[in-house]
């Protein structure tokens, strides 16, 4: 508010939102959703990868649907083919906790531009933007110009 008086002569109370953030945000769950989903689909969905469908959780779902064992081979191959597989899983629990991250810092960022608003005085005769484009007779050539009114 205006100190505790009326509003300013020819002004307006609008309440302005942090877009900025608010689109970082959702660019960044957006992007974090999509490649979750690209990456169970990369896994055929198999082994718990379904559930990266669910937004913001589904990274911490798979997690926890993950079924990870090796048969007893004590030969060299079967210990090879252990550690290998052991390590795949170590990549996929991996890439899956930074999705999950990823996601929680999208969403949390575009929580915090949703809350991060402003209640400003605006001039009235000045709420919303007018703009004329006209075009310019150049020689040999054309030409736009762009005026504003804020």
């Known amino acids: 508010m205006y100190g505790d008086g009326p509003p300013p002569d020819g002004y307006v109370l609008e309440k302005k ?9 959702l660019v960044t769950f957006g992007a974090m959703y999509g490649i979750s989903i690209a ?3 990369s896994q055929n969905f198999e082994q718990g990868m379904g559930a990266v469908a669910v937004p913001l959780l589904g990274p911490w779902l798979a997690l926890a649907q993950r079924n990870f064992s090796c048969p007893f081979d004590p030969s060299a191959a079967g210990a090879e083919a252990c550690q290998q597989k052991t390590v795949d899983e170590a990549a996929t629990l991996a890439v899956l906790s930074g999705l999950g991250i990823g996601q929680m810092v999208g969403a949390t ?3 915090i531009g949703v809350l991060d608003s402003k209640a400003l005085w605006v001039r009235a005769d000045a709420v919303g933007a ?7 007779g150049v020689v040999g050539g054309s030409g736009l110009q762009v005026r504003g009114v804020f």
Request: aromatic share 10%.
């Open 17 to 25: 939102v942090n877009t900025g953030v608010i689109v970082g945000g």
């Open 39 to 41: 990456y169970g689909a």
């Open 109 to 111: 960022l575009t929580m």
């Open 130 to 136: 007018r703009f004329t484009v006209d075009s310019l």
